[in-house]
Every structure is written in structure tokens, then in C-alpha cells.
């Protein structure tokens, strides 16, 4: 029974952290070098990421800068950044690509938090299928007389309470994320 709740409780992490990674790329009113992950780079014929190519740092709250580790590359940059779907206009300056972010109006700031939302639900339905894997595992166990009927019902309750646990965690993440977003 152990084992099981340690994998459970091992899967919900990675769920949580794969939320936060989601929700870290969503952008706010604020530079922040994360919206930049997910962005490729045609680089030499290969698709790169960009974070792999250039240091991307943010000096102030409104700009962020690009400098890649091979100069020649400065146009494959810039031109991956203005096609994405950010909505930025970078600005070349020879060896590094300058992004002023432009301040959110109130409707694209709705429609982010309703993306992100949408990202934290997902979230929750991960957390509960896993329950149901940890629950079916418990039962499944209990048919094998490994566990007696009292410790397969102990067992789900601790699944039930890691659930719970999870599931704040998510909704306190979005909370964040959601008062980030609405911030002006």
C-alpha cells in the first residue's frame, strides 16, 4: 500500500510541475523571459529552442533581451520571435534583439486567465485520473488478498486526501497566475 500512495503522490507532483511549467509560458503584463520558451529557432536547417541559442534576460519590467551565443544567428531569432504567436515586434540592434512588451488590454488579459483556467483544469482531471489508477491499483490488491478490505478503504482515503492536497495546490497556482495576469 505504501509503494502505491508513493507513486501516486510521485505522478501528482509531475502533474503540478508540468502545470506550472504550462502557466509559466502564459504571459503577463510583465517581461518575463519564460514566455520565450516555447519558442523554435530554424537554426542552421535544425529546429532549435531559443533558450538554447541566446541568453534572454529581462533588464526592466516592460523589456526583454536577446542575445545570442552565435552572432550570424540574429536574424533566424528575430524572425522566429516576430512569427510567433506573441505578438511581439522585435527590434534588432546588431548583436542582440531588443522586445518591448506592450501592456495587456482588459480583454486579452480575459482571455488569457480563461486559457488559464483551461490549463489548470486540466491539471485537475490529470490529479483525479491518477486517483482512479491508485484506487483500482488498491482494489486490485485487496482481490489478491495482499490487503485486507480495511486497509484497501485506509489506502484510498490517503489517495482521497493526496487528491485534495493536489488540487488546492492547482487552484492556489492559478489564483497566482490569475491576479498576475489582472494586474496592471
Do not use: C
Given at each position: 500500500?505504501?509503494?502505491?500512495?508513493?507513486?501516486?503522490?510521485?505522478?501528482?507532483?509531475?502533474?503540478?510541475?508540468?502545470?506550472?511549467?504550462?502557466?509559466?509560458?502564459?504571459?503577463?503584463?510583465?517581461?518575463?523571459?519564460?514566455?520565450?520558451?516555447?519558442?523554435?529557432?530554424?537554426?542552421?536547417?535544425?529546429?532549435?529552442?531559443?533558450?538554447?541559442?541566446?541568453?534572454?534576460?529581462?533588464?526592466?519590467?516592460?523589456?526583454?533581451?536577446?542575445?545570442?551565443?552565435?552572432?550570424?544567428?540574429?536574424?533566424?531569432?528575430?524572425?522566429?520571435?516576430?512569427?510567433?504567436?506573441?505578438?511581439?515586434?522585435?527590434?534588432?540592434?546588431?548583436?542582440?534583439?531588443f522586445i518591448t512588451v506592450p501592456p495587456l488590454?482588459?480583454?486579452?488579459?480575459?482571455?488569457?486567465?480563461?486559457?488559464?483556467?483551461?490549463?489548470?483544469?486540466?491539471?485537475?482531471?490529470?490529479?483525479?485520473?491518477?486517483?482512479?489508477?491508485?484506487?483500482?491499483?488498491?482494489?486490485?490488491?485487496?482481490?489478491?488478498?495482499?490487503?485486507?478490505?480495511?486497509?484497501?478503504?485506509?489506502?484510498?482515503?490517503?489517495?482521497?486526501?493526496?487528491?485534495?492536497?493536489?488540487?488546492?495546490?492547482?487552484?492556489?497556482?492559478?489564483?497566482?497566475?490569475?491576479?498576475?495576469?489582472?494586474?496592471?
Amino acid at each position: 500500500m505504501n509503494t502505491v500512495l508513493k507513486e501516486t503522490r510521485e505522478r501528482m507532483a509531475k502533474t503540478l510541475e508540468a502545470f506550472e511549467l504550462n502557466i509559466g509560458v502564459v504571459r503577463t503584463g510583465r517581461a518575463n523571459p519564460a514566455v520565450l520558451n516555447r519558442i523554435q529557432v530554424d537554426y542552421y536547417g535544425a529546429t532549435t529552442p531559443l533558450n538554447q541559442l541566446a541568453t534572454i534576460s529581462s533588464p526592466d519590467p516592460r523589456t526583454l533581451v536577446v542575445s545570442p551565443y552565435d552572432k550570424s544567428a540574429i536574424g533566424a531569432v528575430e524572425k522566429a520571435i516576430r512569427e510567433s504567436d506573441l505578438g511581439f515586434n522585435p527590434n534588432n540592434q546588431g548583436d542582440t534583439v531588443f522586445i518591448t512588451v506592450p501592456p495587456l488590454n482588459d480583454e486579452r488579459r480575459r482571455t488569457l486567465v480563461k486559457h488559464t483556467k483551461g490549463m489548470a483544469e486540466e491539471a485537475r482531471v490529470a490529479v483525479r485520473n491518477i486517483r482512479r489508477d491508485a484506487n483500482e491499483e488498491l482494489r486490485e490488491l485487496h482481490k489478491e488478498s495482499l490487503l485486507s478490505e480495511d486497509e484497501a478503504r485506509s489506502g484510498e482515503q490517503d489517495v482521497q486526501k493526496l487528491t485534495d492536497e493536489f488540487i488546492a495546490a492547482v487552484d492556489a497556482r492559478l489564483r497566482a497566475k490569475e491576479d498576475d495576469i489582472m494586474a496592471v
